[in-house]
Each structure stands twice: as structure tokens, then as C-alpha cells.
């Protein structure tokens, strides 16, 4: 197999990819190397990565599957870092200084996936989602700068993971899989008792 071989060595070959990377998914069935990235910061050079492996994985699905976990495993660094700020009582910050109607578990409230230690599945959809009280008052990384959200996923995937709350990452991975504007304008969110 041939290989596309991609030389970055400053910002302006940085930009120069990203404008070309959508034609590379496209038009580009090789394997991709990016090399000569050394003067570059490491934020992007992580990213860099995470595209040379998401673009080398050629089977659909699978290449699906690895952007959904590997963003997941990106939100999941705010989240254990308790960016909610819950407490022994299982109330968020947002709940204590009463900016928030459930009860308990924060946005989670009663969601049937919550277990002792939090949440017990990988759902996309659910690690996106922050309270507009934790929005104003915290920093956390926002998904739609991440690279592989941006690149990897159609416009009717990214509707879906802003939407479908609640699943397991089988059940989104199956969805998002298909998805289309049509199985987005179709899909039914499931209804989940939030407080």
C-alpha cells in the first residue's frame, strides 16, 4: 500500500493540512504519515496523532468506533478531575447553590446508568453535555474544538451525539453508524426521568 506522506514543520503547513485533510478522507485510500512534526506545540501534535491513527483505520465502523472512545477518553480528563465539583452526597455544584432542579446526581438526575461509583456506561452524547451554570463559571474542554470531532464525523453523527442522551456507546455506535440526515430527522431521543 502506497503512503501519503505529510510534512508539518510550522503553523503554516499546520493550516495547509487541516484545509486539505476532508479531501484526504475522501480522495486518499493510502496510509497517511505525518513526520517532521518536532516544532510543533504538543496540543497539536497529540492531535496529529489521534488523525494519522483515525485516518489509517480504513474499515468504517472500526474507524467510527476508535474517534467515539478516544473522544470520550478526552472528556473523561474533566470529569475526573470532578469538574461538577460533586460532593459526598452525590450534589453538584450547580444543585448546591440551587441553579439546578434534580435532586441528586447533577444533569444525571434518576438516569438509570448511574451506579455508586457514577456513571456505569460510555455515552458520547452525555460526557458533551454541561449545565449553563457550569458553562459560565468553569473551564473544560470543549468537544467541538476536539480535531477528531470536527473531521471525523458527518453533520447528522454530530446532531446525534448533541442529542442522544442516555444510550450505551453500542446502541450510539449502531446509530451514529447509519446516521443521515433522514435517521436524524426520524430518530426518537429516549425519554429518561431526569429529576
Not at 475526573?80 to 460532593?87: A, I, L, Q, S
Not at 460526557?127 to 473551564?139: G, H, I, Q
Amino acid at each position: 500500500m502506497s503512503k501519503l506522506v505529510i510534512n508539518i514543520n510550522n503553523k503554516e503547513d499546520l493550516n495547509s493540512f487541516y484545509s486539505k485533510l476532508r479531501y484526504y478522507l475522501l480522495f486518499h485510500n493510502e496510509e497517511v504519515m505525518v513526520i517532521n512534526i518536532d516544532n510543533i506545540d504538543e496540543k497539536n501534535k497529540e492531535d496529529l496523532l489521534m488523525i494519522e491513527e483515525a485516518f489509517n483505520i480504513k474499515n468504517k465502523y472500526q474507524r467510527l468506533e476508535y474517534v467515539y472512545q478516544t473522544l470520550c477518553d478526552i472528556l473523561d480528563k474533566d470529569i475526573e478531575k470532578n469538574v461538577c465539583e460533586f460532593d459526598k452526597n452525590g450534589l453538584c455544584i450547580a444543585q448546591r447553590k440551587g441553579k439546578c432542579p434534580s435532586k441528586k446526581n447533577g444533569c444525571c438526575g434518576t438516569c438509570q446508568f448511574i451506579g455508586k461509583k457514577g456513571c456505569t456506561i460510555t455515552s458520547l452524547s452525555c460526557k458533551t453535555f454541561y449545565c449553563s451554570y457550569l458553562k459560565k463559571t468553569k473551564n473544560f474542554t470543549n468537544y467541538k474544538d476536539i480535531k477528531l470531532y470536527q473531521y471525523f464525523l458527518s453533520i447528522p453523527q454530530k446532531l446525534i451525539i448533541e442529542a442522544n442522551f442516555w444510550n450505551t456507546k453500542e446502541d450510539n455506535l449502531r446509530l451514529l453508524y447509519k446516521a443521515n440526515i433522514f435517521t436524524w430527522l426520524l430518530h426518537k431521543n429516549k425519554k429518561m426521568k431526569r429529576f
